[in-house]
């Protein structure tokens, strides 16, 4: 089993919107639940970069290219921290990918988000 499987990509047209899932079925719930947990997006040609923060106490962060437009989120009980995707824009293609702060997880697939001009 993963330790980190992502899910809810697609192709969208701009202006779209997407709800990512990462869920993390191998972490025991309270080491979950303390964890910073980010979402990451790596572009054509580009190197991986960190998009979103979400906090134990569930305080989110944002790089500027997708401020005001993603809102990240965690379900503990499920082990899940989501990504609400608004507004979408073409250079928000890439492959989406979450994982923990600080003492990283094998990273998981990723999933592939492409949006249309």
């Known amino acids: 089993q993963a330790h980190l499987v992502e899910s809810g990509g697609g192709l969208v047209q701009a202006g779209g919107s997407l709800r990512l899932s990462c869920k993390a079925p191998?972490?025991?719930?309270?080491?979950?639940?303390?964890?910073?947990m980010n979402w990451y997006r790596q572009s054509p040609g580009k190197e991986r970069e960190l998009i979103a923060t979400i906090t134990a106490d569930r305080n989110g962060n944002y790089a500027e290219s997708v401020k005001g437009r993603f809102t990240i989120s965690r379900d503990n009980g499920k082990r899940t921290v989501y990504l609400q995707m608004n507004s979408l824009k073409p250079e928000d293609t890439g492959v989406y990918f979450c994982?923990?702060?600080?003492?990283?997880?094998?990273w998981g697939q990723g999933t592939q988000v492409t949006v249309s001009s």
């Open positions: 191998r972490m025991i719930l309270s080491t979950f639940s303390s964890a910073i």
């Open positions: 994982n923990r702060d600080i003492q990283q997880l094998p």
